[in-house]
């Protein structure tokens, strides 16, 4: 028979396995814009997990101020973290207000039509249309199990850095093709511009 109750609904199953965030990056809460930072940064739901990643990463925790329930955040002292990498996804995004405009590969948008990206086809010219909001962006995402620690459960990292969107070539053919299975290096890389200028920028690589 029916039956007629306001039950909860269920967590969607693709992000209740999801304990916490890794981060590259900070928000300036003053100018609100964000900037790189040459440590690992973590987001979780409760303390606990932000309280053992500091026993092994170093650093210190707190809370941030945010809308989602990852608020605590530990700003480690490590730059680089020995994963397990468990799902790997990249792709192009134009963004609205609320949701993707268009979604593509750098050839075809993801629509049932295949329909041929709108993006430049010229990597330069590509860039600067996205840096105006006019072109797709790049979107890197992973989901991953920290080797030093796999029994606090899987951690998400997104980003969307041209140069890491680079190297998901050679990143999905190892991870295709690997005999060590998904290990991986994950790091945050510093580099100098032509300017001179220090920048930083995450970085996969066969362990």
Known sequence: MPMFKDFPKAKDAASSDIVGTIRTGKMDTK?????????FRFTADH??????LAELYGGSTGEWETKKPDKYELISETNAL??????????????????????????????????????????WEHRDLAAEGKACKPNVSSKLI??????????????????????????????????????????????????????????????
């Open 31 to 39: 100018s609100n814009t964000p900037y790189s930072l040459d440590t």
């Open 47 to 52: 303390p606990d997990i932000t309280e053992k």
């Open 82 to 123: 020995l994963i397990e990498v468990r799902h790997f996804d990249s792709e192009f995004i134009l963004w609205g207000a609320n949701k993707p405009i268009f979604v593509c590969d750098g050839e075809f948008q993801k629509d049932e039509k295949k329909t041929p990206c709108q993006c430049p086809s010229d990597y």
């Open 146 to 207: 920290l080797v030093d620690a796999p029994e606090l459960g899987m951690f998400k990292f997104q980003s969307g850095s041209w140069l890491l969107a680079s190297d998901v070539d050679d990143i999905e053919k190892f991870l295709e093709g690997s005999d060590n299975g998904s290990r991986m290096k994950f790091e945050i890389e510093t580099y100098k511009t032509k300017a001179g200028q220090e920048r930083q920028r995450p970085t996969f690589t066969p362990a």
